[in-house]
């Protein structure tokens, strides 16, 4: 994965290498970077980038102008605002994303059920946004609460670098520091929820408008 432009530190299977062994397919997770697209993996049928149009303006995808490449922004413009003020930890945050964002997590799980073939799910870091679409469907392929966790958590290593920038360049380095958590109860708490108010995670798809078909195509 190592490219003339550099590599791409947070790639690697949704739930793990293991989760998704003897699928007809591979759904990949990663952030992006710019780096080249031999970067990636080989024989893509889709990236669903769920950026905002203005990140995908100053950082434009690698693989932006192949065919299966979709700009699917997860953050709702509608909402106003990413998450409520009062949501400062990101398990308050990412919990608050399953309402106010339900229409752009329904867009991109919608777009990886419609996808014949691999399909990377990216975002800026990768850890994110990007772990929520992942987490839902991790979980909903039968991975238990505590690997959703520690695949979230996996995030962390691949993003020290780009998390020590990010901190040296913020002028609220303590503000930054909690934005780029990255440990497993985070992403746990946020199953946790969604199960004990919806059931499931079918059942939040359900909620979020996917009909049972799409879920079966996942």
Known sequence: MTTTSGILTNLRPVGGPALQAGRPRT??????????PEAYPAGLAAVI????????????????????????PMFDPSSGTESAAEAVALEDQYVDWLDRHRSGIAAAVRAVAATDGDVLVCCSAGKDRTGIISALLARHWGDGIDTVGADYAASAAGLVD?????????SDPEATATAQRCVPEIMTTVIEYVE????????????????????AAL
Not at 50 to 67: F, G, I, Q, S, Y
Not at 162 to 170: K, T
Not at 196 to 215: F, M, N, P, T
């Open 162 to 170: 780009r998390f020590a920038r990010e901190r040296a360049a913020s």
């Open 49 to 72: 980038d769920l950026r905002r149009a203005d990140e995908t303006a100053a950082v434009p995808h690698p693989l932006a102008a192949t065919a299966g490449y979709r700009a699917v």
């Open 196 to 215: 004990r108010r919806w059931g499931s995670v079918d059942d939040y798809l359900r909620a979020i408008g996917l009909q049972d078909a799409e879920i």
């Open 27 to 36: 759904v990949y997770r990663a952030n992006t970077e710019p780096v080249g």
